[in-house]
């Protein structure tokens, strides 16, 4: 394994598999006009900079970054949807649906990230969810998973309501996690479409991110518009070794705050390499399976953004159990590597088994026991 670190071993079990973590950040004057922002580096989940990152925000239809990942992941493209006369009669920004409408899950989406439908959200939290209050609480639990402990969901498209709230960390978590998704990465990144997988579209739609327009490498996300909100933003912008995820709430023009925002990250700071492609960190003894160890590793390159005074003052710690029991699957999460700048953790990364090991029956039991003597 390459020393690009110092590497301190604990073995204990570290439960968490969200990648995004979050530590004190200091803040330079960048002269941004919203109320709150925060850019991080996607792989890592590291924070580059933030300006009242945990501030408990309003936060429109950027809500609708956690309406289509649920969506992506529970349902399929190709399912009909019935558009009820409730979806139909939602006010405020609308992809044009109209009661009793069939159309395709696939055609949903884009109308809700491209056009900022909502009647496409909740046209689709009541097919995900069989009516908007499970879908609700759908979003709600997908937040707690990601560690967005400060957020809560009262409607699948953000407009003002009671209780509806998050912060820029934590959005960035969850706009993070949904641009893994390659059916998400690839929807907020069209600017045009009336064609899809599932077919011919009713209608064309045309995505209002204008950062797509504006900003080389930009791949998404969403923007957002209500009254207690402000104008927000999530956006994405690909370099060499991931994106930076870039959220801004309550702005007096996002997409020069959002700018900022990508040019401080990119002048401020390099990356350095923290494991190889399915580099082997370490192995694990296995209980009751037909294996007796398993290796973890990294699946992908790890890469760190760091500045120049940091570099000697990076720590990463592996985080494992002692042992592990079966069964186990392929590429099953089994711990992380955790990065310290002093004692403050700036990244996490999961770190995955390199095969299935199933659980012995009691014949195998029997066998092993005869073989032994």
């Known amino acids: 394994m390459k020393k690009v670190y110092t590497i301190i071993l604990f073995i204990m079990i570290f439960t968490s598999t969200s990648k ?5 950040v200091p803040v330079p004057a960048l002269n941004l006009n919203c109320v709150s922002a925060t850019v991080i580096d996607q792989e890592s989940g590291r924070i580059l900079y933030s300006k009242n990152g945990n501030k408990i925000l309003p936060m429109a239809s950027t809500t609708k970054i956690m309406t289509a990942i649920i969506a992506i992941e529970k349902g399929k493209l ?3 949807v019935t558009v009820s006369t409730k979806a139909a009669s939602v006010s405020g920004s609308s992809a044009g649906l109209k009661a009793g409408e069939k159309v395709t899950l696939e055609e949903l989406l884009y109308g809700l990230m491209l056009e900022s439908g909502n009647d496409a959200a909740v046209a689709i939290a009541e097919h995900i969810g069989g009516n908007v209050t499970n879908f609700i609480r759908m979003m709600n639990n997908k937040a707690i998973e990601l560690g967005a402990l400060n957020t809560s969901f009262v409607t699948p498209h953000g407009l003002d309501a009671e209780d509806h709230f998050t912060t820029a960390n934590d959005l960035a978590k969850i706009s ?4 893994r998704n390659e059916v998400f990465s690839k929807i907020v990144a069209t600017k045009d479409i009336s064609y899809g997988v599932s077919g011919q579209f009713k209608r064309n739609y045309t995505n209002i991110n204008k950062f797509l327009f504006r900003v080389d490498n930009s791949d998404g996300i969403k923007t957002g518009f209500t009254g207690n909100a402000g104008k927000c933003l999530v956006a994405s912008v690909r370099h060499k ?8 709430l309550n ?24 494991a190889e492609k ?3 960190i370490k192995s694990l003894f296995v209980y009751g399976g037909n294996s007796r160890n ?12 760091i500045k120049k005074e940091e570099k000697d003052k990076i720590n990463v710690e592996l985080y494992v159990p002692s042992v592990m029991f079966a069964p186990i699957a392929k590429n099953e999460i089994v711990g992380n590597l955790v990065v310290r700048l002093d004692k403050d953790i700036i990244a996490k990364y999961p770190l995955y088994s390199d095969r299935e090991v199933k659980r012995k029956n009691f014949f195998d039991i029997i066998k092993d026991i005869f073989n032994y003597y």
Do not use: H
């Not at 070794?241 to 801004?248: E, N, P």
């Not at 973890?296 to 390159?301: G, H, N, R, T, V």
């Open 20 to 24: 995004v973590c979050f530590s004190k």
């Open 278 to 280: 399915e580099e082997i």
């Open 176 to 179: 993070a996690y949904a641009m």
């Open 78 to 80: 190709n399912d009909v």
């Open 241 to 248: 070794f991931g994106r930076y995820i870039c959220v801004v």
């Open 251 to 274: 702005s007096g023009d996002r997409w020069k705050d959002a700018e900022k925002l990508v040019k401080y990250a990119t002048e401020n700071y390099k990356f350095i390499k923290i």
């Open 294 to 305: 398993i290796l973890i590793q990294a699946k992908d390159e790890l890469f760190l953004p």
